[in-house]
């Protein structure tokens, strides 16, 4: 099972802030069942990273031009993890994953993004910010990348409300917001619908991907990469699935490119 979710976008009409909402019951759901078919477990604390990420880079995507695709990789020093997010407006296809063993040590929290809009060369900005939850991070990251304030809210466990400036935006109006403000906004500003945009859970990681993606490897380090064994297995970075590729698929895909 893993359908649709809606998320709407509003421009705030006198205040200038762009406004995008959703509920994220069946997002969440598709990303659980994921885990559990590959029979991922998450600590409590990791799982809240891993939800904010997946319902914050959808509520961006959004908010983005159609032809662009996202990828935020973020480095939290404490709790020391990691946590990956990405978005394809194109596909409507967002992604999350969170990485907490083996992580190194850091000072400071590290937020790289990395965008390609058309076809375009990918573009990389990084930001230093300090320790937080996702929010916060996320919060700092437009601040310092985007050069625009960003404000998120809850509405329990499901649903997030997010509100960013744009040009000549109100900013003592969005610094002023807070729950119940928000919970009023229908009645206390002049929403405009721009658009709704649909999104699922989808990596995208198929066998035929992982070839791909192995060949150029196997091609230079054949050795290194079986280590003497006919098959490996590997969890996919993006979401955590498992694949097994053999040697002999390997050799077979490396012929035919």
């Known amino acids: ?84 997010a990405a978005g394809d407006n194109a596909a409507g296809a967002v992604v999350a994953n969170v990485f907490i063993e083996n992580i190194r040590p850091i000072e400071k929290g590290m937020f790289y993004s990395d965008v390609i809009e058309d076809g375009r060369p990918s573009r990389r900005s990084v930001v230093e910010f300090e320790a937080g939850d996702f929010l916060k991070a996320v919060g700092q990251f437009y601040e310092k990348s985007e050069q625009r304030p960003v404000r998120f809210f809850r509405h329990g466990d499901e649903d997030l409300v997010m509100v960013s400036a744009q040009p000549d935006c109100d900013l003592a109006w969005l610094g002023a917001l807070d729950d119940e403000a928000i919970r009023r906004l229908d009645a206390d500003v002049e929403l405009s619908l721009l658009e709704t945009r649909p999104f699922r859970f989808q990596c995208g990681c198929t066998r035929e991907r992982m070839l791909d993606f192995l060949t150029p490897v196997f091609r230079n380090q054949g050795g290194e990469l079986f280590g003497g064994k006919e098959t490996i297995r590997f969890h996919c970075p993006r979401c955590g699935a498992r694949h097994a590729i053999t040697r002999e698929a390997l050799e077979a895909h490396a012929a035919r490119k």
């Not at 891993?50 to 020093?77: N, S």
């Open 1 to 84: 099972m893993n359908e649709d979710i809606e998320v709407r976008t509003y421009f705030a009409r006198g205040r200038n802030a762009l406004v995008a909402r959703a509920t994220f019951s069946e997002l969440y759901a598709a990303w659980y069942l994921h885990r559990m078919d590959c029979g991922l477990r998450l600590p409590p604390e990791s799982d809240t990273f891993a939800r904010d990420a997946l319902a914050v880079i959808t509520l961006h995507c959004a908010g983005r031009p159609w032809k662009e695709t996202c990828a935020w990789t973020v480095h939290f020093p404490d709790p020391r993890i990691n946590v990956f």
